[in-house]
């Protein structure tokens, strides 16, 4: 787990769409329906990006796939604007405290843009 209850708190609060808040709190347990843990849970053949060819997890959603290249580059730049490093940790919880409502914002925007909204 990426966080501390009193964090999970402080940012279901600040979330107005229960939808992204499940994901959200999914991406930071580790329990976001990738193919990584679709294959864990029997429930695809492959754990690959159907584009890439490598292993589906969050890291290569966000950081890497090219399926999803538009949102997530626009996600890098505003979270990077405001100082903060794109990286996996860093979006789900390790970010500053005064700056997490943001990052937890942009995350949430990319997860819609990516319309992984309806998957993850
Ligand atoms: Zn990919």
Known sequence: MYLEITEYIYVNHEMKRPEKKVIIFRMRTGHGKTKKMLKRW???????????????????????????????????????NRGIQFRIKELLGKAAKNKQRETVKYLGQCVKDTGLIDAL
Not at 53 to 60: K, R
Request: net charge negative.
């Open 42 to 80: 029997n429930m695809t053949d492959s754990s690959d990006c159907n584009v890439c060819g490598v292993e589906e997890n969050l890291q290569h959603i966000i950081m890497e796939c090219k399926k999803y290249e538009t949102a997530t580059s626009r996600l890098k730049e505003q979270v990077e």
